[in-house]
């Protein structure tokens, strides 16, 4: 069984978009952030996959996206996957330019 609607009202009822774009806006001004919107959300829950190296294809089927060129968005975009990457490649690398020398 699918999940028809994931926000509801106090009635039980699924929420508009133009009310969950009301609440969103107005938390997000209350916190001091700007220009921030559902939307915004989707955003943010894209980089955090990517950032904690979720495979592309569970990161699209979890966003929902039909086509990976805008999954592949979020993973190009994450700086963090090279974070240590020289660390861990240095002494490979260092021990090899012994062996030349």
Request: hydrophobic share 30%; charged share 25%; aromatic share 10%.
């Amino acid at each position: 069984m699918w999940l028809r609607s994931f926000f509801l009202s106090e009635r039980g009822q699924p929420l508009s978009r133009k009310t969950v774009y009301y609440l969103v806006s107005t938390v997000a001004q209350s916190a001091g952030l700007e220009n921030v919107h559902p939307h915004t959300l989707r955003h943010s829950c894209g980089y955090h996959l990517a950032d904690k190296g979720t495979d592309l294809r569970t990161m699209q089927d979890y966003l929902g996206h039909r086509d990976p060129r805008h999954t592949v968005h979020y993973s190009r975009i994450s700086g963090r996957r090279f974070e240590g990457l020289w660390k861990q490649q240095r002494p490979a690398m260092l021990r090899r330019s012994e062996r030349q020398a």
